[in-house]
């Protein structure tokens, strides 16, 4: 059973919150050695889906990173799913 503040298998628990609405658990976790935080929904539902969201702030208003985001959900030969935000 997790609690806060326990360690679990590299990972610091800093939060658990019951999300009724969600028939979920959310855990608040980070990584020991590297920092990285996640917010875990745990629950019963049978797709395993997961999302990883990285903080990258461009370093002017070019519209650069913005650009090479819609580059790379463009698709590619093998994946040739032109938007799959939209599909």
């Not at 503040?5 to 658990?16: E, M, P, R």
């Amino acid at each position: 059973m997790l609690k806060i503040n326990s360690i679990y298998k590299g990972w610091k628990v800093l939060d658990l919150q019951a999300l009724p609405d969600y028939k979920s658990t959310g855990i608040h976790l980070r990584h020991e050695k590297t920092g990285m935080e996640i917010f875990h929904l745990f629950c019963d539902d049978e797709e395993n889906l997961f999302a990883f969201a990285f903080k990258t702030l461009p370093k002017d208003s070019t519209g650069v990173a913005h650009i090479l985001e819609h580059s790379v959900l463009c698709g590619s030969k093998k994946y040739p799913l032109k938007d799959p935000l939209f599909s």
